[in-house]
């Protein structure tokens, strides 16, 4: 059984680490579940403290958080509206259809069109584009780096007991 769950961690992370790039997947919540269930298991199970699945729970929860208002906050200091941000919301989710380069340009001409649409002028629009553009992929490293974190404590930890 032991096999099964490490099995299942290691397949977690690897989705957690695609959920860093694909916005329908909660790439971190995913990535702490692979952790969990190596302490699930019986021989393997003190490689991992509870305190450090603690730990790792509130980083999922903070960089979680951030990937939500990060991109919106920078879009509004550099003076984006509201349009913009659903236009970046939208751009991201269309832009899953336009692999690989959706994902990077979608926020950042949905965040235009949103902000055209709403009556931003020109520069201002395209401001806030390039606002949207750096708060996702801002958001998008700390989700990264996350799980990248996550996925070498996990291999480290199951290696070195071997």
């Not at 971190?28 to 692979?34: A, C």
């Not at 960089?63 to 349009?83: E, W, Y």
């Not at 002028?121 to 958001?139: P, T, V």
Request: proline share 4%; glycine share 12%.
């Amino acid at each position: 059984m032991d096999y099964v769950l490490l099995v299942a961690g290691l397949i977690c992370l690897i989705i957690g680490l695609i959920g860093c790039i694909i916005p329908a997947i909660p790439g971190p919540p995913i990535s702490w579940v692979g952790m969990l269930l190596l302490k699930f298991t019986n021989e393997y199970s003190e490689i991992i403290s509870t305190e450090w699945l603690v730990i790792w729970a509130v980083a999922v929860i903070a960089v979680t958080v951030a990937d939500f208002i990060l991109p919106a906050m920078i879009t509004k200091k550099m003076g984006g509206s509201k349009a913009g941000a659903w236009g970046a919301t939208i751009g991201t989710f269309a832009g899953l259809f336009c692999l690989p380069w959706g994902i990077l340009l979608g926020p950042f001409f949905g965040a235009l069109t949103g902000e055209l649409i709403h009556g931003t002028k020109g520069k201002q629009a395209w401001k806030s584009a390039f606002a949207s553009f750096l708060g996702f992929i801002l958001s998008t490293g700390l989700k990264l780096t996350c799980c990248l974190m996550m996925t070498f404590h996990y291999l480290k930890s199951v290696i070195s007991y071997f």
